[in-house]
T-cell receptor, first 111, second 109 residues
Framework: EAQVTQNPRYLITVTGKKLTVTCSQN?????MSWYRQDPGLGLRQIYY???????DKGDVPEGYKVSRKEKRNFPLILESPSPNQTSLYFC??????????FGEGSRLTVL | KQEVTQIPAALSVPEGENLVLNCSFT??????LQWFRQDPGKGLTSLLL?????REQTSGRLNASLDKSSGRSTLYIAASQPGDSATYLC????????FGKGTSLLVTP
Protein backbone atom coordinates (compact mmCIF):
# COMPACT_ATOMS: atom_id res chain seq x y z
CA GLU A 1 0.00 0.00 0.00
CA ALA A 2 1.32 3.41 -1.01
CA GLN A 3 1.81 5.49 2.10
CA VAL A 4 3.75 8.08 4.04
CA THR A 5 4.58 6.90 7.56
CA GLN A 6 5.48 9.19 10.43
CA ASN A 7 6.72 8.23 13.87
CA PRO A 8 6.02 8.90 16.62
CA ARG A 9 2.39 9.87 16.22
CA TYR A 10 2.28 11.45 19.67
CA LEU A 11 5.13 12.73 21.80
CA ILE A 12 5.43 14.73 24.98
CA THR A 13 8.92 15.96 25.76
CA VAL A 14 10.71 18.64 27.76
CA THR A 15 12.54 21.75 26.68
CA GLY A 16 16.00 21.08 25.33
CA LYS A 17 15.75 17.32 24.89
CA LYS A 18 16.71 16.49 21.30
CA LEU A 19 14.17 14.54 19.32
CA THR A 20 13.69 13.18 15.84
CA VAL A 21 10.44 12.62 13.99
CA THR A 22 10.88 10.09 11.23
CA CYS A 23 9.14 10.11 7.86
CA SER A 24 9.27 7.34 5.30
CA GLN A 25 7.51 6.91 1.95
CA ASN A 26 7.31 3.82 -0.25
CA UNK A 27 6.34 5.51 -3.53
CA UNK A 28 9.81 6.41 -4.82
CA UNK A 29 8.90 10.10 -4.64
CA UNK A 30 11.59 12.69 -5.24
CA UNK A 31 9.88 15.48 -3.31
CA MET A 32 9.38 15.36 0.45
CA SER A 33 8.48 18.12 2.87
CA TRP A 34 7.61 18.90 6.46
CA TYR A 35 4.80 21.16 7.67
CA ARG A 36 3.54 22.32 10.98
CA GLN A 37 -0.09 23.16 11.56
CA ASP A 38 -1.22 25.55 14.25
CA PRO A 39 -4.71 26.94 14.95
CA GLY A 40 -5.38 30.08 12.93
CA LEU A 41 -2.06 29.85 11.07
CA GLY A 42 -2.79 27.00 8.70
CA LEU A 43 -0.10 24.75 7.26
CA ARG A 44 3.35 26.24 7.20
CA GLN A 45 6.27 24.61 5.46
CA ILE A 46 9.37 23.93 7.55
CA TYR A 47 11.77 22.29 5.09
CA TYR A 48 11.50 20.51 1.80
CA UNK A 49 13.69 18.27 -0.32
CA UNK A 50 13.61 17.93 -4.09
CA UNK A 51 15.78 14.81 -4.06
CA UNK A 52 18.50 12.95 -2.15
CA UNK A 53 21.02 15.30 -0.54
CA UNK A 54 19.01 18.36 -1.65
CA UNK A 55 17.15 20.24 1.08
CA ASP A 56 15.81 23.79 1.30
CA LYS A 57 14.24 25.98 3.93
CA GLY A 58 10.54 26.61 3.89
CA ASP A 59 8.71 29.42 5.63
CA VAL A 60 9.49 28.49 9.26
CA PRO A 61 12.82 26.59 9.42
CA GLU A 62 14.18 28.09 12.66
CA GLY A 63 14.83 25.45 15.32
CA TYR A 64 14.61 22.53 12.92
CA LYS A 65 17.02 20.43 10.89
CA VAL A 66 16.44 17.82 8.23
CA SER A 67 18.48 15.37 6.22
CA ARG A 68 17.84 13.39 3.05
CA LYS A 69 20.40 10.63 2.84
CA GLU A 70 18.02 8.16 1.24
CA LYS A 71 15.16 8.79 -1.14
CA ARG A 72 12.54 7.18 1.09
CA ASN A 73 13.41 8.89 4.40
CA PHE A 74 13.22 12.52 5.48
CA PRO A 75 13.62 12.89 9.26
CA LEU A 76 12.84 16.11 11.10
CA ILE A 77 15.24 16.92 13.91
CA LEU A 78 14.61 19.28 16.81
CA GLU A 79 18.00 19.79 18.40
CA SER A 80 16.74 21.75 21.40
CA PRO A 81 12.94 21.81 21.42
CA SER A 82 11.13 24.76 22.93
CA PRO A 83 7.45 25.17 23.93
CA ASN A 84 6.73 27.25 20.80
CA GLN A 85 7.44 24.11 18.77
CA THR A 86 4.40 22.43 20.27
CA SER A 87 2.37 21.68 17.17
CA LEU A 88 0.93 19.11 14.80
CA TYR A 89 3.55 18.08 12.26
CA PHE A 90 2.95 16.57 8.84
CA CYS A 91 5.29 14.95 6.38
CA UNK A 92 4.32 14.79 2.71
CA UNK A 93 5.76 13.41 -0.50
CA UNK A 94 5.12 13.53 -4.22
CA UNK A 95 6.67 13.13 -7.60
CA UNK A 96 7.97 16.54 -8.65
CA UNK A 97 4.90 18.72 -9.28
CA UNK A 98 2.58 15.79 -8.78
CA UNK A 99 -0.09 14.70 -6.33
CA UNK A 100 0.96 15.27 -2.75
CA UNK A 101 0.49 12.48 -0.19
CA PHE A 102 0.46 13.21 3.53
CA GLY A 103 1.33 11.20 6.58
CA GLU A 104 -1.10 10.92 9.49
CA GLY A 105 0.62 13.59 11.51
CA SER A 106 2.73 13.75 14.67
CA ARG A 107 1.41 15.69 17.62
CA LEU A 108 4.29 17.10 19.61
CA THR A 109 4.05 18.76 23.00
CA VAL A 110 7.11 20.46 24.48
CA LEU A 111 6.83 21.25 28.20
CA LYS B 1 5.49 34.93 -3.34
CA GLN B 2 2.37 32.98 -4.22
CA GLU B 3 -0.56 33.89 -1.99
CA VAL B 4 -3.44 31.43 -1.71
CA THR B 5 -6.76 32.56 -0.25
CA GLN B 6 -9.82 30.49 0.56
CA ILE B 7 -13.23 32.03 1.02
CA PRO B 8 -15.30 31.55 3.06
CA ALA B 9 -13.30 30.55 6.12
CA ALA B 10 -16.30 28.69 7.50
CA LEU B 11 -19.57 27.50 6.05
CA SER B 12 -22.63 25.80 7.51
CA VAL B 13 -25.28 24.29 5.26
CA PRO B 14 -28.21 21.90 5.65
CA GLU B 15 -27.88 18.41 4.30
CA GLY B 16 -28.68 18.03 0.60
CA GLU B 17 -27.49 21.44 -0.53
CA ASN B 18 -25.06 21.90 -3.39
CA LEU B 19 -22.18 24.14 -2.40
CA VAL B 20 -19.09 25.84 -3.79
CA LEU B 21 -15.79 26.44 -2.05
CA ASN B 22 -13.42 29.01 -3.49
CA CYS B 23 -9.65 29.18 -3.80
CA SER B 24 -7.79 32.11 -5.34
CA PHE B 25 -4.09 32.53 -6.05
CA THR B 26 -1.96 35.48 -7.08
CA UNK B 27 0.57 33.90 -9.47
CA UNK B 28 -1.01 32.19 -12.47
CA UNK B 29 2.18 30.34 -13.48
CA UNK B 30 1.21 27.16 -11.67
CA UNK B 31 2.04 23.51 -12.32
CA UNK B 32 -1.05 22.16 -10.65
CA LEU B 33 -3.66 22.74 -7.95
CA GLN B 34 -4.79 20.16 -5.44
CA TRP B 35 -7.80 20.02 -3.13
CA PHE B 36 -7.57 18.22 0.20
CA ARG B 37 -9.92 17.25 2.98
CA GLN B 38 -8.85 17.26 6.63
CA ASP B 39 -10.83 15.86 9.53
CA PRO B 40 -10.05 17.29 13.00
CA GLY B 41 -6.65 16.18 14.27
CA LYS B 42 -6.11 13.99 11.22
CA GLY B 43 -3.93 14.06 8.15
CA LEU B 44 -4.82 15.54 4.79
CA THR B 45 -6.56 13.37 2.23
CA SER B 46 -6.17 14.24 -1.43
CA LEU B 47 -9.49 14.82 -3.18
CA LEU B 48 -8.66 16.13 -6.64
CA LEU B 49 -5.55 17.18 -8.55
CA UNK B 50 -5.88 19.52 -11.52
CA UNK B 51 -2.88 19.92 -13.79
CA UNK B 52 -2.22 23.36 -15.24
CA UNK B 53 -3.36 22.20 -18.68
CA UNK B 54 -6.72 20.98 -17.36
CA ARG B 55 -9.91 22.93 -16.70
CA GLU B 56 -11.62 20.55 -14.30
CA GLN B 57 -11.56 17.20 -12.53
CA THR B 58 -14.42 15.14 -11.16
CA SER B 59 -14.65 12.45 -8.52
CA GLY B 60 -18.08 11.26 -7.44
CA ARG B 61 -20.00 14.21 -6.00
CA LEU B 62 -16.96 16.47 -6.22
CA ASN B 63 -16.00 18.66 -9.14
CA ALA B 64 -13.04 21.03 -9.14
CA SER B 65 -12.46 23.66 -11.78
CA LEU B 66 -9.40 25.72 -12.58
CA ASP B 67 -9.17 29.12 -14.27
CA LYS B 68 -5.51 30.04 -14.33
CA SER B 69 -5.99 33.37 -16.06
CA SER B 70 -8.19 34.66 -13.26
CA GLY B 71 -6.27 32.83 -10.53
CA ARG B 72 -9.25 30.88 -9.27
CA SER B 73 -10.36 27.36 -8.51
CA THR B 74 -13.68 26.16 -7.18
CA LEU B 75 -14.62 22.92 -5.49
CA TYR B 76 -18.24 21.99 -6.08
CA ILE B 77 -19.86 19.49 -3.71
CA ALA B 78 -23.19 18.10 -4.88
CA ALA B 79 -25.92 16.91 -2.52
CA SER B 80 -23.91 17.55 0.63
CA GLN B 81 -24.02 15.03 3.49
CA PRO B 82 -23.10 15.28 7.20
CA GLY B 83 -20.07 13.09 6.44
CA ASP B 84 -18.74 15.88 4.23
CA SER B 85 -18.15 17.98 7.35
CA ALA B 86 -14.42 18.72 7.44
CA THR B 87 -11.90 21.38 6.53
CA TYR B 88 -11.12 21.69 2.83
CA LEU B 89 -7.76 23.05 1.75
CA CYS B 90 -6.37 23.96 -1.63
CA UNK B 91 -2.68 23.90 -2.47
CA UNK B 92 -0.96 25.42 -5.46
CA UNK B 93 2.36 24.34 -6.99
CA UNK B 94 4.40 27.11 -8.53
CA UNK B 95 8.10 27.15 -7.73
CA UNK B 96 7.02 26.04 -4.26
CA UNK B 97 3.90 24.57 -2.78
CA UNK B 98 1.55 27.03 -1.08
CA PHE B 99 -1.56 26.23 0.94
CA GLY B 100 -4.65 28.23 1.68
CA LYS B 101 -5.88 28.30 5.28
CA GLY B 102 -8.92 26.21 4.43
CA THR B 103 -12.69 26.37 4.57
CA SER B 104 -14.31 24.67 7.55
CA LEU B 105 -17.53 23.02 6.36
CA LEU B 106 -20.37 21.86 8.59
CA VAL B 107 -23.25 19.97 7.02
CA THR B 108 -26.18 19.69 9.40
CA PRO B 109 -28.74 16.85 9.25
Amino acid sequence: EAQVTQNPRYLITVTGKKLTVTCSQNMNHEYMSWYRQDPGLGLRQIYYSMNVEVTDKGDVPEGYKVSRKEKRNFPLILESPSPNQTSLYFCASSLAGGELFFGEGSRLTVL
Amino acid sequence: KQEVTQIPAALSVPEGENLVLNCSFTDSAIYNLQWFRQDPGKGLTSLLLIQSSQREQTSGRLNASLDKSSGRSTLYIAASQPGDSATYLCAVWTYALNFGKGTSLLVTP
